[in-house]
């Protein structure tokens, strides 16, 4: 199995930093695109930003000039690094991996989510 494992949330004002972390594990042959969502409450789940294994990068225009996203493929590891935030950043952040398993490299790759990690700003 695949766990995807999100920390580094919680609350912050308006202006402030806060950098997620998002690390996968278990019978991981490779990992291709990385990325994190975000839902707030009544809202669906949008995009935040994405990663390539390259290094290729795309951002919601919400997330341009304020969020960077980067990753480790040495530790299966992707960050979200997030400045100047505002009260509308205010939302669960999910990580979102696809990832092709140990044993499963014929079956291409899969999805994966994580469990989400709170994150709240404050005017």
């Known amino acids: 199995q695949v766990q995807l494992v999100e920390s580094g949330g919680g609350l912050v004002q308006a202006g402030g930093s806060l950098r997620l972390s998002c690390a996968a594990s278990?019978?991981?042959?490779?990992?291709?695109?990385m990325g994190w969502y975000r839902q707030a409450p009544g809202e669906q789940r949008d995009l935040v930003a994405t990663?390539?294994?390259?290094?290729?990068?795309n951002y919601a225009e919400s997330a341009k000039g304020r969020f960077t996203i980067s990753r480790d493929n040495a530790k299966n590891t992707v960050y979200l690094q997030m400045n100047s935030l505002k009260p509308e950043d205010t939302a669960v952040y999910y990580c979102?991996?696809?990832?092709?398993?140990?044993?499963?490299?014929?079956?291409?790759?899969?999805?994966?989510w994580g469990q989400g990690t709170q994150v709240a700003v404050s005017s």
């Open positions: 979102n991996a696809d990832v092709v398993r140990i044993g499963k490299v014929f079956s291409g790759p899969q999805n994966y």
């Open positions: 990663i390539t294994a390259g290094g290729s990068t």
């Open positions: 278990g019978t991981i042959f490779s990992i291709s695109a």
